[in-house]
């Protein structure tokens, strides 16, 4: 039983195949549905080979679910050894990045974890039961450039080299330190609402949260859901199984405290309706999730904007799909200004294809798109 693997839900939808599926209701189904769910899944799966990354991270989360309802098979022993070694791991990367963290707020820069830590921790309750890879920490935007320093100062290396003037079109920059643990730096909190007024709102609400006895901040329970449900409903390569479980976690370790009313509003402010309607209503058809049956319907009922049309191209379509040359910088420069008008909006595009695309000129961008659109007309007919 080894991570990693060819094994692919059809098409890179951003809903599991039928394997996938069935082990999430391993892990979350109702106590009588765990064992047949997971007995099925057995059988459609080649336990010696190796396992997509989605399918290996759910495992320790099973091997509890089971050995909560005292289920005996074979294979326990062998889902007893993932989650040690999710344990392992896990304790690793939190003792690893909390130094930084704590060198982040003694500089004054206000740290707010999303993610894994939050959910491995408060909602989990678990740090073998929720594997991640990195520590992701949302620093204020008008902090960015010095959380950026006190990293480096503290010996963490950014993974990709990006020029000062490219921050402005990031949401974020991944930072690995020698031990190659790593800390997924955000200024934005979701790609898709890098607004004062979106962020804003992940502030305001945040609570109290110990890593390794550094004191920083995690998200309410209703900002937490809306985070895992717009960032996991994306089509991917690698199957798109665990934002199912987190978000089945976040609810029903929330049920008293999620402010669905707030959920709405803020979605559609943001114009996130579309993308949060799909995964709300995917949880309750498909795992009977408890969500309020008005909140799936003002969602749904809100329509689509042009903005969420377009970003649907890219993020429902095929995982190939995803990676369209043409959409993604016009998406993602759209959220980034599009409280601008008109005009200034078509004046900075040009500017922006030039440092997304890091040509000395503008007059090279209709040369750079037809070149890039050249090499992924090639690699579509080299698969054909």
Request: glycine share 6%; net charge positive.
């Given at each position: 039983?080894?991570?990693?693997?060819?094994?692919?839900?059809?098409?890179?939808?951003p809903?599991?195949?039928?394997?996938q599926?069935?082990?999430?209701?391993?892990?979350?189904?109702?106590?009588?549905?765990?064992?047949?769910?997971?007995?099925?899944?057995?059988?459609?799966?080649?336990?010696?080979?190796?396992?997509?990354?989605?399918?290996y991270?759910?495992l320790?989360l099973?091997?509890?679910r089971?050995?909560?309802?005292?289920?005996a098979?074979p294979?326990?022993?062998?889902?007893?050894?993932?989650?040690?070694?999710?344990?392992?791991?896990?304790?690793?990367l939190?003792?690893?990045?909390?130094?930084a963290?704590?060198?982040?707020?003694?500089?004054?820069?206000?740290?707010?974890l999303l993610?894994?830590?939050?959910?491995?921790?408060?909602?989990?309750?678990?740090?073998?039961?929720?594997?991640?890879?990195?520590?992701?920490?949302?620093?204020?935007?008008?902090?960015?450039?010095?959380?950026?320093?006190?990293?480096?100062?503290?010996?963490?290396?950014?993974?990709?080299?990006?020029?000062?003037?490219?921050?402005?079109?990031?949401?974020?920059?991944?930072?690995?330190?020698?031990?190659?643990h790593e800390?997924?730096?955000?200024?934005h909190?979701?790609?898709?609402?890098?607004?004062a007024?979106?962020?804003?709102?992940?502030?305001?609400?945040?609570?109290p949260?110990?890593?390794?006895?550094?004191e920083?901040?995690?998200?309410?329970?209703?900002?937490m859901?809306?985070n895992?449900?717009?960032?996991?409903?994306?089509?991917?390569?690698?199957?798109?199984v665990?934002?199912?479980?987190?978000?089945?976690?976040?609810?029903r370790c929330?049920q008293?405290?999620?402010?669905?009313d707030?959920?709405?509003?803020?979605?559609?402010?943001?114009?996130?309706?579309?993308?949060?309607?799909?995964?709300?209503?995917?949880?309750?058809?498909?795992?009977?999730?408890?969500?309020?049956?008005?909140?799936?319907?003002?969602?749904?009922?809100?329509?689509?904007?042009l903005i969420?049309?377009?970003?649907?191209?890219?993020?429902?379509?095929?995982?190939?799909?995803?990676?369209r040359p043409?959409?993604?910088?016009?998406?993602?420069?759209?959220?980034?200004?599009?409280?601008?008008?008109?005009?200034?909006?078509?004046?900075?595009?040009?500017?922006?294809?030039?440092?997304?695309?890091?040509?000395?000129?503008?007059?090279?961008?209709?040369?750079?798109?037809?070149?890039?659109?050249?090499?992924?007309?090639?690699?579509?007919?080299?698969?054909?």
């Amino acid at each position: 039983m080894k991570r990693g693997g060819p094994e692919v839900a059809e098409g890179g939808l951003p809903w599991p195949g039928q394997p996938q599926s069935l082990l999430v209701t391993a892990a979350i189904g109702r106590d009588e549905q765990v064992e047949p769910a997971f007995r099925a899944w057995r059988a459609l799966v080649d336990i010696e080979g190796p396992l997509d990354g989605g399918t290996y991270r759910l495992l320790p989360l099973v091997y509890e679910r089971m050995r909560s309802l005292s289920i005996a098979d074979p294979l326990l022993g062998r889902l007893k050894g993932v989650y040690r070694r999710a344990w392992v791991e896990t304790h690793t990367l939190l003792n690893a990045t909390a130094p930084a963290v704590a060198r982040l707020e003694s500089a004054g820069v206000h740290t707010l974890l999303l993610k894994g830590a939050p959910l491995a921790i408060t909602y989990y309750r678990s740090h073998g039961a929720r594997p991640m890879h990195d520590l992701d920490v949302v620093v204020p935007t008008g902090q960015r450039d010095l959380a950026l320093e006190v990293l480096k100062d503290a010996g963490w290396r950014r993974g990709a080299a990006v020029k000062p003037q490219e921050l402005v079109d990031q949401h974020a920059l991944d930072h690995r330190d020698a031990g190659g643990h790593e800390i997924d730096l955000h200024w934005h909190c979701l790609r898709e609402t890098p607004s004062a007024a979106a962020n804003a709102w992940f502030w305001s609400s945040a609570r109290p949260f110990d890593l390794c006895g550094v004191e920083t901040r995690q998200p309410s329970s209703t900002a937490m859901l809306l985070n895992i449900v717009v960032h996991g409903v994306r089509s991917n390569v690698e199957p798109p199984v665990r934002w199912i479980v987190d978000a089945a976690t976040v609810i029903r370790c929330s049920q008293h405290d999620l402010d669905w009313d707030e959920l709405v509003h803020f979605a559609k402010t943001q114009k996130l309706c579309h993308r949060l309607a799909l995964g709300l209503n995917y949880l309750v058809d498909a795992y009977d999730i408890k969500v309020p049956k008005p909140v799936t319907r003002e969602l749904t009922a809100a329509g689509l904007s042009l903005i969420e049309r377009i970003e649907n191209i890219v993020y429902l379509g095929a995982a190939e799909t995803m990676y369209r040359p043409k959409l993604f910088p016009l998406i993602d420069y759209w959220r980034y200004l599009r409280d601008q008008n008109v005009w200034a909006f078509i004046r900075g595009y040009s500017a922006y294809l030039q440092r997304r695309w890091r040509l000395d000129h503008p007059a090279k961008i209709p040369l750079e798109a037809l070149t890039v659109l050249g090499r992924r007309i090639a690699r579509r007919q080299m698969r054909s």
